[in-house]
């Protein structure tokens, strides 16, 4: 998904240069660039995240857990994501009802051009599954680490 995250927002790239050169050149902007834009940021920012937590890129404050050792450092860690998972787990619940009810409706983007949403609200749906996945696997791995079993401490990144 990090992949694809990476080619849209190369693909935006391109578009908002195209648009940029059309309004300087013409006074007019490119059609469709400003609503694909919207959507398209959505959609490379929720397939970024669970990538992000995979490799440990995630922003994190250890003030307090750099002054633990490892072990508890990595219990406190999986304390912190294990009390996450049902959060996200909520979000991609929701964002599921959303993307269905979309999808039901044929909602669209209007613009210069109408864009179906639905596509974009099922990506950030299954994105914060996937996030969730990620954030049990490290919880797994930290708790692991906790025991004394290997598995990470608090500041590896998995991957």
């Known amino acids: 998904m990090a992949l694809l995250a990476v080619l849209l927002l ?6 908002t240069t195209i648009d940029f050169a059309s309004r ?8 469709g660039v400003f609503e694909l834009s919207e959507i398209g940021l959505a959609v490379i920012t929720m397939l ?10 995630h922003v994190a404050l250890d003030t307090v857990t750099q002054r633990m050792s490892d072990r508890v450092g990595a219990a406190v860690e ?8 049902p959060f996200l787990l909520w979000a991609a619940r929701a964002a599921n ?5 979309s999808y039901a409706t044929r909602e669209v983007r209007a613009g210069l051009y109408e864009f179906s949403l639905w596509p974009a609200r099922i990506v950030v749906a299954w994105a914060f599954l996937w996030l969730s996945l990620e954030v049990a696997i490290r919880a797994w791995d930290a708790a692991r680490a906790a025991r004394g079993h290997g598995g990470l401490t608090v500041r590896e990144p998995i991957g």
């Open 10 to 15: 190369i693909l935006l790239l391109i578009a």
């Open 24 to 31: 300087n050149l013409t006074g007019r902007p490119a059609p």
């Open 48 to 57: 970024a995240l669970p990538y992000t937590m995979q490799i440990g890129g």
């Open 78 to 85: 999986a304390a912190g994501l294990i009390v996450t998972i």
């Open 97 to 101: 009802s959303v993307a269905l009810h």
